[in-house]
């Protein structure tokens, strides 16, 4: 080892070639396998990651794809599809609906048949029974040991604690009245009396359950006819966007257009009146997208589907002025 040092001279040892030569001489004489660095391959690692960089950079500045843009508004075809499922589902309440009512209508003109004193009882009975529905209602809502919501917030003092104890007790008894009441009319009723009775109480719950589900019906149908424009506007941008040239610019270019456009003025209507919306479509263009009516009265939504859709047909050419913004 001092042999091999002492044959490197000083002026040699400053030389990157004679150290390099120095080092193979080294590297031979004692048979030690020279490694060189991989250069090449820590060039290449080099390339690699600045390329994995430089793509998290290129999607941090986009973030979007038409799903994050869009959220949760389903489909046109999703949508559709539900109100076709709302139509068949009425149809079939509304059938169902007529011919509990049609059978309603026939107990009752079997309890005309009646006598009057039966027709009587029919009457009384179903008023006691309506009462003592009432009386548990409010005996459930009032307290006891249900722990309602009402009965723990309306307690604030041992005051309160005592009344609601007694307006338990107090309702406690007049359900037993009602009950023996009832009772006491069922027994005076004949079998017919009691069984169109029952009858009629089950057709009228039916009708009740009918009547709710179609209102309940009539409600998402209102809720889908009027997110169904906006679902078909992210429908038009998403095939606009796969199929057109500019694709999706960022949201930060979108917020400096509208800016420029309108001061991210959704209602904005321009001094002449031709431009208006958040994005100044003028009405020709409007409708090229998809939209009617007023763009100004169409939801912020609405508005930013049919900018997105008209952008990846035609780029910033629509907007002279601000489309600058979003290159």
């Not at 941090?60 to 559709?80: F, H, K, M, N, Y």
């Not at 009057?116 to 009432?134: G, H, M, W």
């Not at 431009?275 to 009617?292: E, I, M, N, S």
């Amino acid at each position: 080892m001092k042999t091999f040092l002492r044959s490197v001279a000083p002026d040699d040892i400053r030389s990157g070639g004679s150290l390099d030569a120095a080092r193979s001489e080294f590297h031979d004489r004692f048979d030690i396998p020279e490694r060189r660095p991989p250069r090449l391959r820590v060039f290449v690692g080099l390339l690699a990651v600045l390329g994995v960089l430089s793509g998290m950079y290129a999607l941090a500045a986009s973030a979007e794809t038409v799903e994050d843009l869009r959220g949760d508004i389903a489909t046109g075809d999703a949508l559709r599809a539900e109100l076709t499922g709302i139509a068949a589902e009425r149809a079939a309440r509304l059938v169902a609906l007529t011919s509990a009512e049609a059978q309603l209508a026939e107990v009752l003109s079997d309890r005309d048949a009646l006598g009057d004193d039966q027709r009587r009882l029919a009457a009384e009975i179903e008023a006691a029974t309506v009462n003592l529905e009432r009386l548990a209602v409010e005996t459930f809502i009032t307290g006891g040991d249900t722990g309602s919501l009402e009965y723990l917030a309306a307690v604030g003092d041992a005051n309160d604690v005592v009344w609601r104890r007694t307006l338990v007790r107090s309702h406690a008894g007049s359900s037993k009245i009602a009950i023996d009441r009832l009772r006491a009319l069922r027994g005076l009723a004949d079998s017919s009396v009691i069984e169109t009775i029952e009858v009629a109480t089950s057709l009228r719950f039916e009708i009740g359950v009918h009547e709710r589900v179609l209102e309940g019906l009539a409600d998402r149908e209102a809720e889908i006819l009027a997110v169904l424009p906006l679902a078909e506007a992210w429908d038009r941008a998403a095939i606009a966007i796969a199929s057109g040239q500019y694709g999706i610019a960022p949201a930060e270019k979108w917020e400096k257009l509208r800016l420029c456009e309108s001061t991210h003025d959704y209602q904005a209507i321009s001094p002449s009146g031709l431009y208006r919306g958040a994005y100044q479509f003028d009405l020709p263009t409007w409708k090229t997208v998809g939209g009617t009516g007023d763009p100004a009265l169409a939801s912020p939504e609405e508005q930013d589907a049919r900018a997105r859709e008209l952008y990846a047909r035609r780029g910033p050419q629509p907007w002279p002025v601000c489309g600058r913004f979003l290159e």
